[in-house]
């Protein structure tokens, strides 16, 4: 029965032997999993601040574009106000026409 007993502890020691390999990679494998969610994490990290940016400069463009239709619509605005001094402006040059026409007409 000793050598019954020398193959037991045998076993046992290439057993503990594996339980403490795989444990090892399993502490790699752990290792190698944090460092990656560490990298995604600057990522994510990096990502958050390029849609801020984007975001940022979105806004800026959204100003931008509300003072361009604002500008678009101070310049409509003008140009009513333009057509309608044209018009008066047409309306007191016919009238001073006809006081000429009329003053001619006199002399």
């Known amino acids: 029965g000793g050598g019954g007993g020398g ?16 444990a090892g990679g399993a502490g790699e ?10 990298e995604q994490r600057a990522r994510l990290a ?8 984007i975001s940022r400069i979105a806004g800026e463009n959204g100003d ?8 678009a619509r101070v310049q409509a605005e ?6 309608r001094a044209a018009a008066a402006l047409g309306e007191v040059s ?4 006809e006081y000429i026409a009329r003053f001619n007409e006199m002399t």
Not at 7 to 22: P, Q
């Open 7 to 22: 193959e037991l502890s045998r076993a046992a020691l290439e057993s503990v032997d594996r339980i403490v390999s795989a």
């Open 78 to 83: 003008t140009l009513e106000e333009i057509e």
């Open 94 to 97: 016919a009238r001073l026409n």
């Open 29 to 38: 494998l752990a290792a190698r999993i944090a460092e990656r969610v560490g």
């Open 46 to 53: 990096g990502l958050r601040d390029e849609i801020a940016a």
């Open 64 to 71: 931008g574009a509300s003072s361009v239709a604002e500008a």
